[in-house]
């Protein structure tokens, strides 16, 4: 019998995911952490940072789609978007194709999760060099506070709270953020997993709520994630994301996606019960 080479990420101490994988195309150190880049069975290729799964090509695209298009449609009119964060481009590449755009500012800490989704990635990394994106290699904690730019939505794309993405959960870089926020500004945030990181999660939405006013949750599923079932966090200076949504922008549009449409957007926002009283009293999912 041919043997097989698995790949597995535990989740905490009493569960995990296993992928069988082809060949390794990239592994290195960085200055940060391990980046891998492999070759699965049955999801296409695959990044892991320190041996956790970011990225795979098979289901990118729900994750991809819902981070940028759901704060993207519901700004009236955003030129000027900052993504912290997301160094394999899936986000930046769906943030450019709203052709109201004018820049998308992307900085992202870790240069070996650039160039190793660049060469092996291409299908979440191909809008990297377009003439919309400017991509900075560099501390997006220290960015937010000295940038004299103004951005219409910021979408923070970072892994978990370990290794360089901590200061990502902190409350003066939410504070910075808003500084740099238009007035009528967004702020789209990785929100984890209602199932396993529900701490974590918990911790996020009360730093948020002692910065902006209105701070909702929304969710997705994905194949990859532990639990299947993972979040967004929406803080708002103005914008109520289901009340001041239009579902006709979408369908004028003319973009076709492969998990985001009008339906999914609202429905987003509709929590299941276990969320809700999970985190009541600080969302104002209603």
């Known amino acids: 019998m041919k043997s097989s080479l698995w790949i597995e990420e535990f989740q905490s101490d009493h569960s995990s995911y296993k992928f ?43 994750y991809h789609d ?3 298009h759901v704060p993207l449609f519901v700004h009236p009119n ?29 900085v992202e800490i870790d240069k070996m999760v650039v160039d190793a989704c660049i060469e092996f990635i291409p299908q979440t990394s191909k809008d990297l060099t377009g003439d919309r994106v400017n991509l900075i290699i560099g501390d997006g904690v220290k960015f937010v506070k000295e940038t004299k730019e103004k951005f219409d939505v ?6 978990d709270p370990i290794g360089p993405a901590t200061p ?13 926020l238009s007035d009528d500004g967004i702020v789209v ?15 996020l939405i009360k730093i948020l709520d002692g910065v ?35 579902p006709n922008r979408v369908t004028e549009s003319g973009l076709d996606f492969d998990y985001y449409n009008k339906g999914i957007h609202s429905a987003a926002f509709a929590l299941p ?14």
């Open 273 to 286: 019960s276990f969320i809700r009283k999970n985190l009541e009293g600080l969302i104002k999912n209603d």
């Open 168 to 180: 990502l959960f902190g409350t003066e870089f939410y504070e910075d953020l808003k500084n740099c």
């Open 212 to 246: 902006f006013n209105d701070v909702f949750l929304y969710t997705f599923s994905n194949l990859t994630y532990p639990g299947s079932l993972w979040s967004f966090t929406f803080a708002t200076k103005k914008y109520h994301p289901v009340k001041d949504f239009n």
């Open 66 to 68: 819902m981070i940028a």
């Open 189 to 203: 945030s990785q929100g984890e997993s209602p199932w396993y990181q529900t701490d974590i999660q918990k911790g």
């Open 78 to 106: 955003p030129k000027n978007v900052l993504v912290i964060g997301g160094g394999d481009g899936g986000t930046a590449r769906e943030v450019i194709r709203h052709p109201g755009v004018e820049k998308c500012t992307m």
């Open 154 to 159: 910021i979408l923070v794309d970072s892994t």
């Open 20 to 62: 069988e994988i082809e060949k390794t195309l990239f592994s290195g150190q960085s200055e940060f952490q391990a980046v891998d880049v492999v070759q699965t069975k049955g999801h296409g290729k695959m990044l892991l940072n320190d041996g956790l799964i970011m990225v795979t090509e098979r289901d990118e695209f729900a």
